[in-house]
Nanobody
């Protein structure tokens, strides 16, 4: 059974940086996709960035150039480096995973299981 644990959230000022981590325990899939979704109060959940076990990545247009997702295949850990943060990225960030490297993007969130408990990111102006 795969379990995901996120860490690295926190409160920063505009222009700051944060690095989120998500460790997947019990992951034995030969190929897989992991990614980050976020949900702000009163808003729908949206995809942020995804990476598959072949290291192929996808990003939401709103974070391209500022966020970088990476995967350590040995540690079964993904990271989200977030730079030049602005208040509009304030949200709860969730890590999610699914078997198989196909459809590794935000278009099919229902395919992702399990999900982590979330880590809060707050950016103040």
């Amino acid at each position: 059974q795969v379990q995901l644990v996120e860490s690295g959230g926190g409160s920063v000022q505009t222009g700051g940086s944060l690095r989120l981590s998500c460790v997947a325990s019990g992951l034995t899939w030969s190929t897989y996709c992991m990614g980050w979704f976020r949900q702000a109060p009163g808003k729908e959940r949206e995809g942020v960035a995804h990476i598959d076990s072949h290291q192929r990545t996808t990003y939401a247009d709103s974070v391209k150039g500022r966020f970088t997702i990476s995967l350590d295949n040995v540690k079964k850990t993904i990271y989200l480096q977030m730079n030049s943060l602005a208040p509009e990225v304030t949200a709860m960030y969730y890590c999610a995973a699914k078997p198989g490297a196909g459809l590794c993007n935000a278009d099919f969130p229902s395919l992702f299981r399990p999900w982590g408990q979330g880590t809060q990111v707050t950016v103040s102006s």
